[in-house]
Each structure stands twice: as structure tokens, then as C-alpha cells.
């Protein structure tokens, strides 16, 4: 099927575009840039670097999208930017490729949305089904793991990790990882319970929150040093995969995790 690029637009010689793409007024594709099927992008639109967009997703328009990161060691290098499948990139949104000394890649997963102004930084991870709403911003090298919800205005300190069904309240500062299934809050966040409605609406069954309440519990409100508290819950949850990956993302955190 037919590409549709508008007259006004410009797409550089070397540009891959899959079937059905769409090009909007007055945006501009870099030579380097791989675009998937029935890919629309909207009007006033900068998609540069080598940068390759899945299919079926949806530029709103107005974005900047693989450009080089913001990062005064960036000695210009071949890094790229990867973005999934059925991801949803709304107004201003800016979104980097990687620098050379940070792994080369910026990786977005699949049906993703970013709202409008977010920014995505050089060298970032974000897993599959992330939101990110308006104006929230990721340092460096910070990964998002898959479900989790970032809220407006909320900035994320470079090397953090947020874990998978995480929640973050609305103007909230993270500087240390957060662990799975949790929300959090504040300036210089602190953790406030469970995600508990996130998990439900994921299909969570009532057994396995109960495990990851518990697991909570044992970690944050026992009085436990961390150690002991890992231990405890590797001996009493050992049949729920989901306290695994709870002591797992706890025991390889280098930030240190918010309490």
C-alpha cells in the first residue's frame, strides 16, 4: 500500500518507510530513520538519527524524536533510538537516542503513551504498556519496567529504576528506585502502600496480592534490616514469582531503594 507524504514535508534519501506510513505537514525524516507499517506522523515533526519507529503508531505532531542526546561527553557516535509497536507520542514530546558510553541505544517497548511535553533522555528503558503523562521528564540511563504509570510533571533522577506496576503521584521527585507494584509520592519521594488498583485492573488474582502485601509488609513495616527482611520473604514466598521479582529488583539496586 501506498506511503502518504504530504507535499510540504521532507523525508531524506535512505529514509525506510513501511506500508501505509503517513508523513504530516511540515515534518522532516532523516536519512537514518526506519518507520514501521501504518505509522502515522503528525504535523511539524523532527525525526532524526538512526532511529526506528515500530508499527501502528501515532505522532500527534509537534515532536522531536532521536535527536542527539543532551550530554556534553556525546562525541556525535552512530547511537540509536528504538521504539516499539502500537506507541502513542503526543504534542512536544522529546525523546533522544543514546550516547557511546551508555550502551548505545535508547529503547522504548510496545503501546507505550507519552503525553504531551514528556521527555524520554539519552540511554533510557522504558518495558511495554508505560505511560508517561504531560511534562514528565527522565533523566539519563533510568529505566521504566513494563506497566508502570509516571505522572505530570514528575522528573526522574539519572541511573534510577522504576518498577514494573509502579505509580508515581503527580509532581513527584525520584531519586532512588522504586520497587515494583508500588506508588510513591513527594519531593524526594517516599512510598505510599501498593498499587493495589493497578494490579487489579492487570488481573492480579487475590492470592497474589495478598503474597505482595504481605511481602510489603515484611519489608517496609517490619522493623527488619534489609538483609533479614529478603531472606524472610525468599523463605515464606518462595511459590510467588511476583515477591521474586520484588527481592530481585531490591537486591540490584545500586541507588538504593525509597522507603
Known sequence: MPVRIHPTAIVAEGARLGDEVVVGPYSIVGGDVEIGARTEIGPHTVI????????????????????APQ??????????LEIGDDNVIREFVTVNRATEHGGGVTRIGHRCMLMAYAHVAHDCTLGDNVVMANAATLAGH???????????LVAV????RVGES??????AMVTLDVPPYCMAAGDRASLHGLNLIGLRRRGFSEETIKAVRGAYRVVF???????DALARLRSEFESSPEVARLVHFIEGSQRGICR
Open 221 to 227: 513495616q517490619s522493623g527488619l534490616k534489609l538483609a
Open 48 to 67: 532524526d538519527g538512526h532511529t526506528c519507529i515500530g508499527r501502528r503508531c501515532r505522532v500527534t505532531g509537534q515532536a522531536s524524536i532521536g535527536t
Open 157 to 160: 533522577h539519572q541511573f534510577v
Open 71 to 80: 550530554d556534553l561527553k556525546y562525541a556525535g557516535g552512530p547511537t540509536r
Open 166 to 171: 509502579v505509580i508515581l503521584g503527580g509532581g
Open 142 to 152: 533510568v529505566t521504566i519496567e513494563d506497566w508502570a504509570i509516571v505522572g505530570g
